[in-house]
């Protein structure tokens, strides 16, 4: 069940409704529980039995954890955190890596000779699984760090995994941050109310207006990208940049504000990323629940910035090369994850060298500029490998700019100027500048939860026909 | 460009409406920031009473709703449909037929069979040659299930100038009704899959929701709707977009004036169609459903669709007929005959009569099992108006 689909629009008032009708805490979580089942199984039922085993799994290892901490059995608590991050390592390997690595094989056998038939059974990636898996690791390693000192009854731990705003593509929250949240029974505030429809109506309107009328421009040219002009290409490129911005902040805001229509509350997954004036920014503000979620259960333990400058350079490409493979099993994000990682490497290890952390507040206005100007065109250059079908289609889109071609095989295509440039910009300068103001008391909360209605029906207006399916989806 | 000006307008009005400035901003490791922090315990005290903030955005929704009826007409987002299409060409040939005292317009509706079958043109000539000042209006659309066909008719209705109208009051109106086992069973077939009009969801229009209720009361109990309840979802959901205008303006920018198109759509012979033998004259009667208890009962709800149909020309129609198709399916063939016996009162032409079937028993007549080809659909119609020539004056004189 997709958030932009028409049975979401069912789904969600009826499931507000007995949520918030439920007089007790506990009755509402079991409530929701029970709808986010129903949520992923609309999907594909089947995988609610890998759902349960990866609740039952993260549940035996915290409370096993706390058992041998009690106990002062380190070592055992540590087996167990071992078990657990491995059992969910290879369910995720298992589901999602398993065909890239046997397609792999099957070819380089075929190199040197060797005949081998492919399985005939092509293994179907679960809808999610690199976001749930990751929260089970969250809580149990926090478990084992002692962030998580209290035994987690199996419903919380369920409910930590399977929220349906969240079960699907994020954000990666915190078992610290969302288990808290549980304790207590959530009231029903006007400031949520109004904050979590604010949420929606720009999440829809980043997915259903700006990227679902921008994808069909940039799915025609990345289809054959061989057929088309250096120009259409570099502007299919731009597209692609604007349109997963919209695309995954979109089904960020709409998961953090249902989320919030519960009561319960998700941290930021983006920060006007495109405003980054270095790689490191980038990342900072880019995806943030799954970068800082690298940074802290990945990076800090290989040894982070601790253990020389070589090994802070191998680390980050390392961490980031996982983070490409995360993405999907395909060479393209294996490229991708590295290149951001070499040119983060180059970028630390440039400051490192000069002795001087740059910052936003101490660079000049030059710099700063410069600095923008050099990251953001090295994004939108990486994001050509993320986007296109093959490692032989990303080198055609990137030969293609680079040699400036003139000559096009493929039938004309008009670019969506005001549509690539017109939300992007106002986007990164304006609403940047009005989200950064201090709070101020909302006057006449009513006549403005109106008005944001009155947006959210005009959304609806001008919305793409058809169903699209969110990028990150497929992740 | 519309949708790139519009969209950043909408953003730059949902962040000025500011309730995320207002609000905590959470940081992924559970800290939130100091500043926004602060201004939420400054405005703790006031926090917005939420059962204000709801009754705003029901007043809100409501007066949208109300609004978009007046001024978004539905019908406008499905320029570009073949049932707008067949709409403008049945009202150019209505304007294009000279009136006559004492004219007949003869309006036929109907799904394909109608489509490939019935050449409202050719019945036409061949009814004025035999003197009747009669003109054809043939509304059929290719798949199209009942409340499509019901909004039509609307749409031709709603197309219509003042002095069409009086054209209309001024004739003897007659409406002609396609008869079909499948269509006739089934108030929901192809609700939610129709092939051949895949953008025509202007039916889902709520005014035509108290209509369509009745017809799904009168024809399934409850178990019957449990297991329909995929195709209701699918129904409130479209019911639900058309209400809210959902995806209006990008429908309306892409539809084109409709060009005009002939609700008759002569197909040739399918060359996957290949049967053992000629078409049967007849098939044995089927004794569990002709038995007078599964065909009443599954086909109740047709009198109030008729009904529904008629009500659109404002009490203009004078009288009905009704019309089958053949088929080389032995269930339509019995439902036919059924039809025929009981509605002894009804004008009804069995186009699953043994003279008609004798005439179309060669496959190079078909285009289909289920539809006539060119050749067969020239056959048919000129059976129809034989029929029509001689039962015509004293039906609806």
């Known amino acids: 069940m997709l958030f932009n689909s028409a049975s979401f629009l069912l789904f969600l008032p009826v499931v507000l409704a007995g949520y918030w009708l439920w007089p007790g805490n506990f009755g509402r979580k079991l409530f929701l529980v029970i709808a986010s089942c129903f949520f992923y199984a609309a999907w594909d039922w089947r995988f609610l039995g890998l759902l349960g085993f990866v609740v039952l799994t993260t549940f035996a290892a915290s409370w096993l954890i706390l058992d041998c901490k009690e106990r002062a059995a380190r070592v055992q608590s540590l087996v167990v955190l071992w078990i657990c991050i491995g059992l969910q390592l290879t369910v995720l390997a298992f589901f999602k890596y398993f065909n890239f690595f046997e397609d792999n094989l099957v070819a380089l056998l075929s190199t040197i000779g060797l005949k081998s038939a492919a399985s005939i059974a092509r293994i179907l990636l679960p809808i999610g699984i690199s976001f749930y898996t990751f929260h089970a690791i969250t809580l149990a390693v926090d478990t084992y760090r002692g962030k998580v000192n209290t035994r987690v009854s199996l419903l919380d731990v369920a409910l930590y995994i399977a929220f349906f705003p969240q079960l699907v593509a994020g954000p990666i929250v915190r078992a610290t941050v969302f288990l808290p949240q549980l304790a207590t029974k959530r009231q029903f505030a006007g400031e949520d ?21 921008i994808a069909p421009f940039v ?56 405003a980054a004036t270095s790689l490191g920014s980038f990342w900072r503000r880019w995806h943030i629940s799954l970068s800082s979620w690298l940074r802290d259960y ?9 253990l020389g400058v070589s090994k802070q350079m191998r680390n980050l490409v390392i961490t980031m090369l996982l983070g490409g493979i995360w993405h999907g099993a395909s060479w393209n994000f294996i490229i991708w994850g590295a290149a951001h990682g070499t040119v983060l490497a180059i970028e630390r290890f440039s400051q490192i060298y ?4 740059l910052t936003e507040e101490n660079r000049s206005i030059t ?26 289609d990303s080198l055609a889109v990137i030969s293609g ?4 071609r003139t000559m096009m095989a493929g039938a004309p295509v008009a670019i969506p100027i005001t549509l690539l440039i017109l939300p992007i910009f106002c986007d990164t300068v304006f609403v940047r500048l009005l989200r950064s103001q201090p709070g101020k008391p909302l006057r006449r909360p009513e006549l403005r939860f109106g008005l944001l209605i009155l947006c959210a029906l005009a959304v609806g207006l001008v919305a793409k026909t058809g169903l699209r399916s969110f990028i990150y989806f497929q992740f | 460009m519309t949708v790139g000006i519009l969209g950043t307008f909408l953003l730059l009005v949902v962040a000025l409406l500011g309730g995320w400035s207002r609000s905590t901003r959470l940081t992924v490791d559970g800290s939130t920031e100091s500043s926004t922090e602060l201004a939420r315990t400054q405005l703790a005290a006031e926090d917005p009473a939420h059962a204000k903030m709801l009754v705003a955005g029901l007043v809100v929704l409501l007066v949208w709703m109300v609004g978009a009826h007046f001024w978004l007409p539905l019908p406008l987002a499905f320029l570009n449909t073949t049932s707008a299409q067949v709409t403008a060409f049945c009202v ?3 304007h294009q037929s000279r009136p006559v005292p004492g004219e007949y317009i003869l309006i036929i509706e109907g799904s394909s069979v109608t489509t490939r079958g019935v050449d409202g043109a050719a019945l036409e000539r061949s009814l004025r040659s035999a003197g009747i000042p009669v003109t054809v209006i043939q509304l059929s659309l290719s798949g199209a299930n009942h409340l499509e066909r019901l909004q039509l008719l609307q749409n031709f209705a709603d197309s219509l100038s003042s002095s069409d109208w009086k054209r209309l009051r001024k004739s003897r109106l007659i409406l002609g009704h396609e008869v079909q086992a499948l269509y006739d069973r089934d108030p929901l077939l192809n609700y939610g899959n129709n092939p051949f009009t895949p953008t025509t969801l202007a039916y889902s229009n709520p005014d035509n929701l108290p209509t369509l209720l009745n017809w799904i009361t009168g024809r399934y109990d409850l178990r019957e709707l449990w297991n329909r309840r995929s195709e209701l979802q699918l129904i409130a959901t479209q019911f639900l977009y058309n209400a809210l205008r959902i995806s209006y303006l990008q429908l309306w920018d892409t539809a084109n004036r409709a060009a005009p198109c002939a609700g008759f ?57 009704f019309f089958s198709l053949p088929g080389w399916l032995a269930y339509e063939f019995n439902y036919d005959n059924w039809w025929s016996h009981a509605h002894p009162d009804q004008l009804f032409f069995n186009g699953n009569g043994s003279q008609i079937r004798s005439r179309l028993r060669e496959p190079g007549l078909w285009n289909d099992p289920g539809h006539l080809a060119d050749s067969g659909a020239e056959i048919y119609t000129e059976e129809f108006a034989q029929f029509l020539r001689q039962n015509w004056p004293a039906q609806s004189g």
């Not at chain 1, 990945?298 to 910035?305: C, E, K, S, V």
């Not at chain 1, 700019?401 to 400036?404: K, V």
């Not at chain 2, 208890?293 to 008629?310: K, L, M, S």
């Open chain 2, 92 to 94: 150019e040939h209505l």
């Open chain 1, 298 to 306: 990945l990076y800090i333990p290989l040894g982070g910035n601790r």
């Open chain 2, 265 to 321: 759509q002569p197909h040739p012979k399918r060359a996957d169609f290949q049967p053992a033998g000629l078409l049967p004259i007849d098939f044995p009667p089927d004794p569990i459903l002709s038995g007078r208890q599964a065909y009443p009962r599954v086909t109740r709800w047709n009198a109030v669709r008729d009904a529904a149909f008629r009500s659109i020309f404002k009490g203009a129609v004078r009288s009905e007929l």
């Open chain 1, 219 to 274: 799915d025609k040219i990345f289809e054959r990208p061989a057929d088309y002009t250096g120009l259409l290409l570099l502007a299919a490129t731009f597209g692609f940049y604007c349109q997963i911005y919209f695309d995954f902040n979109g089904y960020s805001m709409i998961a953090i504000g249902v989320s919030r229509l519960f009561g319960y509350k998700l941290p930021d997954n983006f920060n006007f990323p495109y």
């Open chain 1, 193 to 213: 109310l109004f904050v979590a429809t604010q949420a929606i109506v720009t999440g829809f309107l980043y997915k259903v207006v700006f990227s679902d009328s």
């Open chain 1, 354 to 357: 000069r002795g001087k952390i």
């Open chain 1, 367 to 392: 710099s700063l500029i410069l600095g923008w100007l050099v990251t953001q065109t090295i994004v939108l250059i990486l994001w050509i490998p993320f986007r296109a079908k093959t490692l032989a």
């Open chain 1, 401 to 404: 700019i680079f040699t400036w």
